[in-house]
C-alpha cells in the first residue's frame, strides 16, 4: 500500500518523478493511435488500399476498443493490483498488432484493432489514474500533455516513413517498454488516511466535493470533446487532399502543429488564476470555430490556421477537462474512465464522419457536424458552472 514519501511527510509515492515519469510514458504510448490518426489513416489508404470511409471504421475501432479497455481498468483498479493490469493490456496489445501483420482483410483487422485497442485502454487508464493521484493532477497532466507535443511530431514523422507491418512493430516495441517499466507504477491507490493528509495539504479555491452525477457530467462533456477531435483528426489530411492541398504541404503542417502542444500547455498554466471554467468556455468555442471553419474549403493558408490553433487548444482543453475530474474524484474510480470516454468520443467521430462521407455529403458538412460537438460539450460544463458557483467556496489558505 502507498505511504508518504521519505523526507516528504506530505508526499506519497505518486508523487516521485519515477511514477510521474512512467505514468507519462505510458500514457503517450497507450494514446499513440489517437495522436497519429491522420498519418496512420493515410497509410491504410495509400498502403493497403482501403476506402476512406474503411479507414475512419477502424481507426475508430481502435478507439473504442481504448475505451473499453479503460472500462475494464475503472472496474478494476481500486481493488486490483495495477501492475498486473498493465500486463494484461500489453499482452493484449501486442497480440492485436502482431495479428495485424498477418491478416490483411477489411473485417479481420477491424476485429484486431478492437483487440489491440482494448489493450492500450487498459494500461493508458492505469497511467492516467496514476496522474490523477498526485498532489497537484493538474500539473501531472500539464507535463504529460508537454510530452503530448513532442510525441506526437515525432509520430507524425516517423510512421508515413514505415511500411504498414512496421508501424504495427512500432507499436508492439512500445507496449513491451510499459511492460519493463511497469514497476515505478504504485501497485495500489491511496488509503483513507493518505487521501486526507493529501487533501488538507492541497490549496484549492473551489469546493470540489460534489455529487458523483457532476464528474460524470464532466466525462459526457470529455466524450463530445473528443467527438469533434475524433471527426476532424481523422480526416484532415485526407480532406485537405481531396481538396488540392500538397502531401508536402500537409504533412508538414501536421508535423510542426504538433508542437504548438507545447503553447496549449503554457497557456493552461498562465490561465490557472482564472480558475477551471472560463479558460474552457473560451477554448471550446474557439476549437468549434476552428473546424467549422474548413466548411467553406481547404487551402494552404486554412489548413496552417485551423490546425495549428487546434492542437494548441486540443492540449489546453485536456488540461482543464482532466484536472476538473480528477478533482473531484480523488479515488480514481471516474478518473480511470477518461481514456474511456476519449476513447469512446474518437470512436463515435470517425464513425459520424465516415457516414457522412459514406451518404455522399463531403467534407464541409463533416466538418460542421464536428465542430458543433465542442458547443456541446460547453453547455455542459456551463451547467455544472453554473451549479458549483452557487456553492460556497473553499476559503483559501
Known sequence: MPTTTPGSPNKTVFD???????????????????????VLSTALVDKVGFSEEQVGRIWGADLGGLSLGAVISAMLVARMNRRHLVFIGVILSIVGNALCMVFSDYETILALRVIAGIGSGIFTAVA????????????AYNL???????????????LPQLSMNEIYLFFIALSVSCAILVFWIPARPLSKDELAIQEANAHEAENWHVPKIMPIICLVAVCFTYINIGGYFTYIELAALADGVSSEWTGSVLTWSSFLGIVGCLIAYLCTRFGLFRPLFASLVTMAVVVAMLSAGVNDVNLALSLFAFMTLWTFVDVYQSAMVAHMDRSGSLVALLPSVQGFGQFVGPNIAASILGAGMGYPIMFVVSGSMALVALILYMGISLYMHRRSPVTQE
Not at 492516467?128 to 500539473?139: F, I, M, R, Y
Open 16 to 38: 516521485r518523478w519515477q511514477s510521474i515519469s512512467v505514468a507519462i510514458f505510458m500514457a503517450l504510448v497507450g494514446y499513440t493511435v489517437m495522436v497519429s490518426v491522420p
Open 128 to 139: 492516467v489514474v496514476t496522474l490523477g493521484g498526485t498532489t497537484k493532477p493538474a500539473t
Open 144 to 158: 504529460e500533455l508537454v510530452g503530448f507535443a513532442f510525441s506526437t511530431a515525432f509520430e507524425m514523422h516517423l
